[in-house]
């Protein structure tokens, strides 16, 4: 079935570096997609979001980088900190008659002080 | 501002025991519910999706079961625990009315023994 994947399981980088997660997705019909920072233990917490008909969106030390030629899609985390630290995960917004997130099996970010 | 609850945060019971979790919304009105299921080291699982009181879909075939006797109130049970049913569980809300983000609550972590 389709899926929403993501290439590396772990990614370490060093305290102050830019961090870049990267997500795949096969259906090209996607048209709103959701980046979620997932603590141990906690629930995943909202990030950022970007819909289709755009190709990169900015937060606050966060940007999304949306590629729909080859349907990826990518977090960049700016000067990233030992609280960045987490799980993160893309999610695909579809609709089947009701609203439904599909998750990517996730990559964990370790920052080294 | 919203918030989201859910209760108990962790909770270890043993097989063919009945389970029963809650989960709460606050500052909204007639949201989009849903339970997940989140295994260890992977992506999250939609079980249960609700619209509206009274209203409940199932995403996979399971021993599980949900309920929601309130607007704000959505409740995941079982009759009869099983190993598998280990995990943590995560309910999310979304705003109606074509809304696309949701947003989790802290989770609850099960062990069955």
């Known amino acids: 079935g389709e899926s929403v994947g993501l290439h590396l399981p772990t990614l370490s980088v060093q305290e102050g570096d830019n961090s870049i997660i990267n997500c795949a997705y096969s259906?090209?019909?996607?048209?709103?997609f959701i980046w979620y920072k997932q603590e141990s233990g906690k629930g995943p917490q909202f990030i950022i979001d970007?819909?289709?008909?755009?190709d990169k969106r900015q937060g606050q030390r966060v940007t999304v980088l949306l590629n729909k030629t080859v349907k990826h899609l990518s977090l960049q985390i700016a000067a990233t900190q030992p609280g960045d630290s987490a799980v993160y995960f893309c999610?695909?917004?579809?609709?089947?008659?009701?609203?439904?997130?599909?998750f990517g099996t996730g990559t964990r970010l370790l920052v080294s002080p | 501002s919203q918030t989201i609850h859910q209760w108990p945060a962790t909770l270890v019971q043993p097989v063919g025991s009945p389970l029963s979790l809650e989960c709460t919304v606050e500052?909204?009105?007639?949201?989009?519910l849903y339970w997940y299921r989140q295994a260890a080291g992977r992506g999250l699982q939609l079980l249960f999706y609700?619209?509206?009181?009274?209203?409940i879909s199932s995403e996979v075939p399971q021993n599980l079961s949900a309920s929601r006797p309130q607007d704000r109130q959505f409740i995941l049970s079982s009759k009869k625990l099983l190993l598998s049913d280990s995990g943590f569980y995560l309910c999310?809300?979304?705003?109606?009315?074509?809304?696309?983000?949701?947003?989790f609550g802290p989770g609850t972590r099960l062990t069955v023994l």
């Open positions: 999310a809300w979304m705003a109606g009315g074509g809304a696309d983000t949701q947003y």
């Open positions: 259906n090209s019909a996607s048209d709103y």
């Open positions: 970007i819909r289709s008909n755009m």
């Open positions: 999610a695909e917004n579809r609709w089947t008659g009701f609203q439904k997130l599909v």
């Open positions: 500052g909204t009105s007639n949201p989009n």
């Open positions: 609700s619209v509206g009181i009274g209203q």
